[in-house]
């Protein structure tokens, strides 16, 4: 079966520059969430699209932006990198019809130098 | 508004139970249940929804009360792979929020 695709799975910046973030929702899902996650923390919500539209947002920095395109990817931005950044990034997607749970992407893992 | 959870940490042997809670401030719409290994992504287990509707793991079990905001994840006679981080999510029709956490590590 088809999972949540995320890309790259690994990166490594540098402080001040940006990094951008993809994320290939099951097919069929209308929603789409990310999720950061620091070393030995709960995953924290930052925002969410349903059917393409910004549905919801949580503790996401202004520096960071993201949208979903029309063909239900999604892509995270961030820019001005700072060391406090460094984390796994997890984008989910969900059916919000069938009312089941979230599937989790295997995440991005972030490192700013 | 985050989810509470408890235990924060447990270690059980081979063949044990566990009973892992979660308590909300919120009325809550559904309840998620995820475990977590380290490094890689939550994993879905369980949703229990307003009205009594389950869906999810045979092996994994759950209870939701709706009046106290409150559910209980069963996990019975545990196995090696049941270690990892679980952590319960709750939808209170607006939003969603991680639990807590509760590490639960099983030894021979």
């Known amino acids: 079966a088809a999972g949540v695709i995320q890309s790259p799975r690994h990166l490594i910046k540098e402080k001040r520059e940006t990094a951008t973030l993809k994320c290939y929702p099951i097919?069929?899902?209308?929603?789409v969430y990310w999720y950061q996650q620091g070393p030995g923390q709960d995953p924290q919500f930052l925002i969410s699209?349903?059917?393409?539209?910004?549905?919801d947002k949580g503790s996401i920095p202004d520096r960071f932006s993201a949208q979903q395109f029309s063909d239900y990817h999604s892509e995270l931005n961030m820019s001005s990198l700072e060391l406090g950044d460094s984390a796994l990034y997890f984008c989910?997607?969900?059916?919000?019809?069938?009312?089941?749970?979230?599937?989790f992407g295997s995440g991005t893992r972030l490192t700013v130098v | 508004q985050q989810p509470v959870q408890s235990p924060q940490a447990v270690i059980l042997r081979e063949g044990e139970d566990a009973v892992i809670n979660c308590s909300s401030s919120k009325a809550l719409y559904s309840v998620h249940w995820y475990r977590q290994k380290h490094g890689e992504a939550p994993v879905f287990l369980m949703i229990l929804l307003k009205g009594g509707e389950q869906k999810g793991h045979e092996k994994i079990s759950a209870s939701f009360n709706e009046k106290k905001q409150q559910s209980s994840l069963y996990l019975t006679a545990s196995q090696l792979s049941y270690s990892g981080t679980y952590f319960c999510?709750?939808?209170?029709?607006?939003?969603?929020?991680f639990g807590t956490g509760t590490s639960l590590t099983v030894i021979p």
């Open positions: 699209f349903y059917e393409k539209m910004q549905s």
């Open positions: 999510g709750t939808d209170t029709g607006n939003q969603f929020y």
């Open positions: 989910a997607s969900s059916n919000t019809r069938d009312r089941d749970g979230y599937t």
């Open positions: 097919p069929r899902h209308d929603t």
